[in-house]
C-alpha cells in the first residue's frame, strides 16, 4: 500500500496527519506503561515530537503508528463467547440515588452517609448494600430497587426509583457489607461482609463476619453461612481462622491476623472467590493487595450454604505498579457469565477530597485466573484510562455489554459545581453516586 505523504502539503492534511500520531503514540506510551509496568520516568523519554519536527521520516513513523495501531487492536479486543469483539468501554451514564431521607441523624446528632459498598442485580432488582447501618426503624444496611436492563446504552431511570429495605434478622445483624454476588445459574445471592476484625471475649464484633445466601426474589429466605451462634450472636466468624491460614506467608506463617475481605464472585464448578483487598499484622499495619482465594461450596436444603475446607490462594496481582503515585487494591469482583471472565475493581484513597478518590476497572478471563496471568486494564476510545471520579467499590453485570458500579465515597460530598465529571462529583450525605458501563460491540471480522 502506498501512502501518498508528498501529497499532504496542506495545513488541514498535516494536522490530521500530526493528530493520528499524536493519538497513537499516546496509546502505546499508555499500554506499555500498564502492561509491562514500566517506570514512568521511561515513557517520558520517548520523545516522539522530535520525530515529528523532522518531516522526511514521517513516512518511516507512519508506518510504525500503523503496526502500533494494528498491535494496539489485538491487544485491546477480547474475544467473547457470543463471537464477538468486545470494544472500548465508556461511561454512559453518571447519577445518585437516595438511599434514605435527607437529614437522617444518629442518635448523637450526627448526619448518617449512605456508603454503599455491594451491589447485585438480580433480574428484576437491584440489591445494594452499605457498609455502615442505617439507624432507623424499618431501615436496613440492604435495600433494593426495581430495575430490568434492556442491554442498551439508554436511560436506566434509577434515580428516580422507590427503596425497599431487607430487614430480615440476619441482614439486621450483619455489619459493613462489602460485596453481594449471583450465582451462575442465576437462583442465588451471596453477601459478604469484610470480615476485618473481631473481639476477643466478646461477640459485640462478630457480625463483621457473616457470609449470608437468600433465594433470588425471596430475600426472606436469608440464612448464614457456617454459622456459630455466642450469646445469641450469629455469624460466620469461624471461617476467618480458614481465611487467615489461605493468606500465610513467610512473615506469618500460622495465619494474617489481620485482612479485609472486599470481593466475592460465585463461579462455574462451584466455586466462591474471596477478593483480599488489605493484610497484614494489623488494621494500622497493613498492605494493599489484590489477591483471590478460592474455596468449593455446595447449597443444600434450598437455602444453605456450605463451604469446604479447600480455601486457597488462587491469584495475586499487584496493581499498584500499573500507576504513578497512587496505591491501587481491590475493592471488588464479580463473574461474567455472558464473557466467562471476572471483574475487578479498583480504587484509591489520596485525600478525603472528590479529585483524591478515584477507581478503574479490570476484566481478568477465568482461563487467565486459573494460569495467574494478568488483568486486562480497562481503556476508553482515546487510549487513556477509564476512571471513575468516586472510589468504585461494588459491580454487577446488567447485561453481556454493560454493567454496574456503585460507589463509596465515605464523608466526602464533593463539590456544587463540577466541572470534570471524570474526577469530580457532588452528592449529598444521603446518597450513593453509580456509573453504568457500557462496551460497543463490532462484528467478528
Keep these: 500500500?502506498?501512502?501518498?505523504?508528498?501529497?499532504?502539503?496542506?495545513?488541514?492534511?498535516?494536522t490530521l496527519v500530526w493528530r493520528t500520531v499524536k493519538r497513537t503514540t499516546a496509546k502505546l506510551k499508555f499500554r506499555l506503561l500498564i502492561s509491562d509496568n514500566l517506570n514512568l520516568s521511561l515513557i517520558k523519554t520517548m520523545d516522539f515530537h522530535k520525530i515529528m519536527l523532522n518531516r522526511h521520516k514521517i513516512f518511516t513513523f507512519l508506518i510504525l503508528s500503523v503496526i502500533s495501531l494494528i498491535f494496539l487492536g489485538a491487544c485491546g479486543s477480547d474475544n467473547n463467547t457470543d463471537g464477538q469483539i468486545r470494544g472500548k468501554a465508556s461511561i454512559i451514564e453518571r447519577g445518585v440515588i437516595n438511599c434514605f431521607a435527607d437529614g437522617l441523624t444518629t442518635s448523637k446528632g450526627k448526619p448518617v452517609y449512605c456508603e454503599t459498598s455491594a451491589v447485585a442485580y438480580q433480574g428484576a432488582y437491584l440489591i445494594f448494600g452499605s457498609d455502615k447501618p442505617i439507624p432507623k426503624k424499618g431501615h436496613s444496611a440492604v435495600f433494593a430497587i426495581k430495575y430490568t436492563d434492556n442491554g442498551l446504552p439508554t436511560d436506566s431511570g434509577l434515580s428516580i426509583e422507590p427503596l425497599s429495605y431487607l430487614t430480615a434478622p440476619s441482614f439486621l445483624a450483619a455489619i459493613k457489607y462489602e460485596d453481594f454476588t449471583v450465582t451462575p445459574d442465576g437462583l442465588y445471592v451471596i453477601a459478604t461482609t469484610g470480615f476485618d476484625r473481631v473481639k476477643s471475649g466478646s461477640v459485640k464484633w462478630d457480625g463483621y463476619n457473616t457470609l449470608l445466601l437468600w433465594?433470588?426474589?425471596?430475600?426472606?429466605?436469608?440464612?448464614v453461612a457456617?454459622?456459630?451462634?455466642?450469646?445469641?450472636?450469629?455469624?460466620?466468624?469461624?471461617?476467618?481462622?480458614?481465611?487467615?491460614?489461605?493468606?500465610?506467608?513467610?512473615?506469618?506463617?500460622?495465619?494474617?491476623?489481620?485482612?479485609?475481605?472486599?470481593?466475592?464472585?460465585?463461579?462455574?464448578?462451584?466455586?466462591?472467590?474471596?477478593?483480599i483487598r488489605e493484610l497484614g499484622a494489623n488494621y494500622k499495619e497493613f498492605e494493599y493487595a489484590a489477591k483471590i482465594i478460592s474455596v468449593s461450596y455446595q447449597i443444600r436444603n434450598g437455602n444453605v450454604l456450605v463451604l469446604a475446607d479447600d480455601f486457597k490462594l488462587i491469584y495475586s496481582y499487584d496493581v499498584s505498579k500499573a500507576f504513578n503515585q497512587q496505591t491501587v487494591a481491590l475493592s471488588s469482583l464479580e463473574y461474567d457469565k455472558h464473557s466467562d471472565r471476572l471483574y475487578l475493581l479498583t480504587c484509591f484513597e489520596e485525600s478525603e477530597t472528590d479529585e483524591g478518590l478515584g477507581g478503574y476497572l479490570w476484566t481478568l478471563p477465568i482461563a487467565d485466573l486459573k494460569s495467574g496471568k494478568a488483568p486486562t486494564f480497562e481503556i476508553k476510545e482515546d487510549g487513556t484510562p477509564l476512571l471513575f471520579a468516586h472510589k468504585s467499590e461494588g459491580i454487577t453485570v446488567l447485561s453481556k455489554n454493560k454493567v454496574l458500579v456503585i460507589h463509596d465515597d465515605d464523608r466526602v460530598l464533593g463539590r456544587?459545581?463540577?466541572?470534570?465529571?471524570?474526577?469530580?462529583?457532588?452528592?449529598?450525605?444521603?446518597?450513593?453516586?453509580?456509573?453504568?458501563?457500557?462496551w460497543t460491540r463490532n462484528p467478528k471480522h
Aim: proline letters at 7%; one cysteine or more; aromatic letters at 8%.
Design 416 to 438: 456544587k459545581i463540577v466541572e470534570n465529571p471524570e474526577t469530580q462529583f457532588s452528592r449529598q450525605a444521603n446518597q450513593a453516586a453509580y456509573s453504568i458501563v457500557f
Design 226 to 275: 457456617s454459622p456459630t451462634t455466642t450469646n445469641g450472636v450469629t455469624s460466620s466468624v469461624s471461617l476467618r481462622e480458614k481465611i487467615s491460614l489461605a493468606l500465610k506467608s513467610e512473615q506469618f506463617p500460622n495465619g494474617v491476623p489481620y485482612f479485609k475481605v472486599e470481593g466475592l464472585a460465585a463461579i462455574p464448578g462451584n466455586k466462591l472467590l474471596f477478593g
Design 1 to 14: 500500500m502506498e501512502v501518498p505523504i508528498k501529497s499532504c502539503q496542506t495545513d488541514d492534511c498535516q
Design 215 to 223: 433465594k433470588v426474589g425471596s430475600p426472606d429466605t436469608v440464612t
